[in-house]
């Protein structure tokens, strides 16, 4: 085969293989929240019978408003995502709650342009004023 006839059947090619879709199977059901990136930051560890002790990682800002109370202060920011053009998912915005003598917890956004938001991350600092650092 001479190379002009080449070219198009690679091209074919490459196009049917990109066009396939994916042949692994998920065991998770497909209504399953999307879950944004896990942080890599340390988070201590809660001390036996404090606030945190009693949350969980996926709780929403109401469940954990109604276990441990209203945080001593609040901040909220948006996340990169915010600026990536045709991004659709969740995540695009973050709440930090800060905890006196507890620490920090941050909640994102579960889906696009939803109101909910849910705990991802707990981060435990004991000498904690309350406030941002």
């Known amino acids: 085969m001479n190379r002009a006839k080449l070219i198009p059947v690679l091209a ?7 066009a396939r879709p994916s042949t692994t199977s998920s065991s998770q059901p497909s209504e399953q ?5 896990r942080n890599n930051y340390p988070t201590g560890k809660p001390r036996r019978g404090s606030k945190f002790a ?3 990682v996926g709780m929403s ?5 109604r276990i441990i109370g209203p945080p001593t202060s609040q901040d909220t920011h948006v ?7 045709f991004y659709f998912g969740g995540d695009m915005y973050r709440s930090d709650w800060y905890y006196r ?11 696009y342009e939803s109101p909910n938001q849910d705990l991802i991350y707990i981060r435990v600092d004991r000498k904690s004023t309350g406030y941002r650092k």
Do not use: H, N, Y
């Open 79 to 85: 996340t990169g995502k915010q600026f990536i053009p």
């Open 61 to 65: 800002r109401q469940e954990v408003m």
């Open 12 to 18: 074919l090619a490459f196009l049917g293989a990109c």
């Open 33 to 37: 929240k999307a879950q944004p990136a």
């Open 101 to 111: 003598g507890e620490g920090e917890l941050t909640f994102s956004q579960v889906a």
């Open 54 to 56: 009693k949350l969980r």
